[in-house]
């Protein structure tokens, strides 16, 4: 559990993403953000408990920063899609992050992937996960973060969606 933060989601949510290596504190955010109440500040999630809507959008933003190098997480602010060459592929694995770290803390995806989420495809993204359906795994299968279905077998580790490393370096 992570001090700091008052509802109990939240904090679980930020104690797992600092063990990680992915720094999220709290604080004010000011003005619009691209999900309410989250604000990236030199490579640190910023959040205003009075302001975040969903509390599983700080899995969502964590993804995007775990997926990028590390240079380049340390020099981010403001909004991470214009941070980014290829925000279609960064997006795609955030998402993909995002799931398996539900699986890994046994929360209900939903926390991440809910009815106001992803221009309403929250629930077509659910149910192809729920089939092994895997939007982005090959994102983190190319950045060393995960390995996929019979690769993973010939290696040896456990498929996507168990995470081999949370953070790219």
């Not at 000011?30 to 009075?50: W, Y």
């Not at 969502?60 to 602010?77: C, D, I, P, W």
């Not at 309403?120 to 996960?129: C, E, Q, R, T, V």
Request: aromatic share 8%.
């Amino acid at each position: 559990m992570e001090p700091g933060f008052q509802d109990n989601l939240v904090r679980k949510l930020a104690g797992f993403l600092n063990s990680i290596g992915l720094e999220v504190i709290p604080g004010r955010v000011q003005g619009e953000t691209f999900l309410p109440g989250i604000e990236v500040k030199d490579g640190r999630l910023i959040v205003d408990e009075s302001r975040l809507l969903y509390p599983g959008d700080l899995l969502h933003e964590a993804g995007h920063l775990a997926v990028m190098s590390g240079t380049m997480r340390k020099g981010l602010n403001g909004n991470l899609v214009e941070s980014e060459a290829d925000t279609a592929l960064i997006e795609v694995a955030a998402i993909a992050w995002s799931y398996a770290a539900c699986i890994h803390l046994g929360m209900d995806p939903g926390i991440v992937f809910h009815p106001a989420g992803y221009h309403g495809k929250s629930a077509a993204l659910l149910l192809g996960f729920s089939l092994g359906v895997y939007p982005g795994v090959n994102q983190l299968q190319s950045a060393g973060l995960a390995v996929a279905g019979a690769e993973a077998r010939a290696a040896g580790v456990p498929p996507y969606p168990h995470i081999l490393k949370w953070v790219r370096d």
